[in-house]
Every structure is written in C-alpha cells, then in structure tokens.
T-cell receptor, first 114, second 115 residues
Framework: AQSVTQLDSHVSVSEGTPVLLRCNYS??????LFWYVQHPNKGLQLLLK??????LVKGINGFEAEFKKSETSFHLTKPSAHMSDAAEYFC????????????FGGGTRLMVKP | DTGVSQDPRHKITKRGQNVTFRCDPI?????LYWYRQTLGQGPEFLTY????????KSRLLSDRFSAERPKGSFSTLEIQRTEQGDSAMYLC?????????????FGPGTRLTVL
C-alpha cells in the first residue's frame, strides 16, 4: 500500500520569500515521487519527479525537492516566491508494480502576498 | 496541440441521467488513466488501460461506472444513473509504456455537475 500526506493544506508567503511545502509518503517499495501543480481552471502540470537517481531534484520554475528516505519525506522548496506561483500543489507517489497508478496527497494551496 | 484532450469540458446533468466523457491521449501513448477529483481533494485513481486492455478496474467507484478503450486510442468513461455525489472533475492522463519514463500527462478535465 502507498499513501501521501501533505502536512499543510494552506501555506501563505510574501513575494520574494522562500517557499516550503511539506510531504511525507508511505510505500512498501521504492517509489517514484512527483510534485504536480494545478492553477485555477488549468490542468495538472508536472513540476518535478524523483526516480531513484539524485536525491535532490530540480524542476521547472525554480522549484526543487529533496528525497530523504530516512524521513520518508519529499518536501518542495523554492528560494523566492513569485505571484505566479499561487496555485494548488500535489505530492504524488507511484509504484512501478501497480501499473504506475498515481496516489495523490490532499494538496497544499500556496498563496503569495505582494 | 499534441496534449491530452477531454470532451466535454463541462457537463451539467440531472440526477438519474447517463453521461459519457471522452479522452484523447497523446499520440502513441499506450497507457491511459482515469482519475476523479472532488472539490478540495487530490485526484483519486479510477482505472487504467494498456492499449485496449483494461488492466485495473477495481477502483471504479461503483458498478455505475465503466470505461472503454476499444481501439487502443481514445477512451470513454460512462456513468449511469448519475447521483449528486458524482459531481466532480474527471481527469484523464496518458503515458508511454516500455520506456524509462513514468510521467503521466494530464488533460484539462471534464467538470460534471449533477443537479
């Protein structure tokens, strides 16, 4: 079985300050981990993914995430928030032996204040 | 545009009616997935196909839900005798199989409202 917990349902930051969105996962096997972003009225877009290569993963728009197996965490960070980063973010786990079906966390809504 | 497309984008129906949604995956993506996203929640997996074979359907929410992919290209998701609890966004995703990428590419979704 696999599950994902996003520790914050809402995060509010000021423009230009760092962003931290927290994610913990549970998986019986070595998972693939993803972060997707969903802007209002738009489809899910892949930000980045971890697939057992480097533990620090760089994605689009300046986002990155670090896989920590000992902590079963995959937190998403960005050094400096932009107004355009305001969106819903989903941490996602996938198992190769389960058809690669994706299990999503509950989402974190990121708000960016001017 | 070569992305995943879904039709219709919005559907309003009355309780008890049947609805059908269509998904056109990215060309040559042989895996196709359906998810449902209710308000304020993350998407939940429903079913998936490899070519025309439906390899997992135990997660379909009830026997009122069915999906097909008859020629291994586009897919349809049907909900019979709709209920108000079926109101949600229905998402389709596709990916190539047999490569070293497991990224799924999502369509814009079909938003269903059951009155």
């Amino acid at each position: 079985a696999q599950s994902v917990t996003q520790l914050d349902s809402h995060v509010s930051v000021s423009e230009g300050t760092p962003v931290l969105l927290r994610c913990n996962y549970s998986s019986s096997y070595s998972p693939s981990l993803f972060w997707y972003v969903q802007h209002p009225n738009k489809g899910l877009q892949l930000l980045l993914k971890y697939t057992s290569a480097a533990t620090l993963v760089k994605g689009i728009n300046g986002f990155e995430a670090e896989f920590k197996k000992s902590e079963t965490s995959f937190h998403l960070t960005k050094p400096s928030a932009h107004m355009s980063d305001a969106a819903e973010y989903f941490c996602v786990v996938s198992l190769n032996n389960a058809g690669n079906m994706l299990t999503f966390g509950g989402g974190t809504r990121l708000m960016v204040k001017p | 545009d070569t992305g995943v497309s879904q039709d219709p984008r919005h559907k309003i129906t009355k309780r008890g009616q049947n609805v059908t949604f269509r998904c056109d995956p990215i060309s040559e993506h042989n895996r196709l997935y359906w998810y449902r996203q209710t308000l304020g929640q993350g998407p939940e997996f429903l079913t998936y196909f490899q070519n025309e074979a439906q390899l997992e359907k135990s997660r379909l929410l009830s026997d009122r839900f069915s999906a097909e992919r008859p020629k291994g290209s586009f897919s349809t998701l049907e909900i019979q005798r709709t209920e108000q609890g079926d109101s949600a966004m229905y998402l389709c995703a596709s990916r190539p199989w047999g490569t070293n990428t497991d990224t799924q590419y999502f369509g814009p979704g079909t938003r269903l409202t059951v009155l």
